[in-house]
């Protein structure tokens, strides 16, 4: 509870136990305490306004990225059945300018051309902020995508929360990917 508050309350309370003893109740004095309350109220509003600073942000990129390390192991006596742990790097392009680089860590679970998977993607940002977002994604011959989280976040991203999605989109590189996606992000406004 704030201070503001704390002596709202204890001036509230002291002109009751005041009226109580004196045995009366005088209509200028109500006004007055009426007068309080709704001083009180307003100064406790505008301390807690102070503290609700909460930024929204919508990140639109693109980011290409290649895959780094990994391994797959076929699962015995299931066709075409694959368990795989990967790791991709690269650099993602936002709407407003900024560059990040991108590393992502997952593991999937594929059979044939269609499968799904589940990890996590950070993005460093040239001035030191950092978002990581934790994602559930498939794949399948018409294309791959998903849905994002923000799981955490340092500088102005500490204390982030949000959402978004990513969809896999063509491109004429045989040995690197390219996505693109939205991440709406609410700033907890604590750098």
């Known amino acids: 509870m704030t201070m503001v508050a704390i002596n709202c309350l204890l001036v509230s309370q002291e002109t009751k136990e005041r009226r109580k003893a004196q045995g009366t109740a005088v209509l200028a004095g109500e006004v007055m305490q009426a ?15 102070g503290t609700t600073s909460a930024e929204e942000q919508t990140l639109k990129f693109r980011v290409i990225m290649t895959k780094m390390d990994g391994s797959a192991f076929p699962v015995a006596g ?22 990040a680089y991108k590393t992502v860590v997952l593991t999937s679970d594929a059979t044939g051309d269609t499968g799904k998977y589940t990890g996590f993607s950070t993005y460093e940002f040239h ?3 950092v978002l990581v977002v934790g994602f559930d994604g498939a794949a399948t011959p018409k294309g791959s995508g998903g849905d994002y989280k923000v799981v955490s976040g340092k500088g102005a991203y500490t204390g982030a929360t949000g959402t978004g999605d990513f969809r896999a989109v063509a491109n004429p590189w045989k040995d690197a990917d390219m996505y693109e996606g939205t991440i709406s992000v609410t700033l907890s406004g604590k750098p």
């Open 127 to 129: 001035n030191g902020d």
């Open 78 to 99: 299931l066709e075409k059945r694959v368990l795989g742990a990967e790791k991709y790097a690269g650099f993602a392009v936002f709407d407003d300018g900024r560059i």
């Open 35 to 49: 007068l309080k309350t709704v001083g009180c109220a307003v100064a406790m509003l505008i301390a807690l306004a």
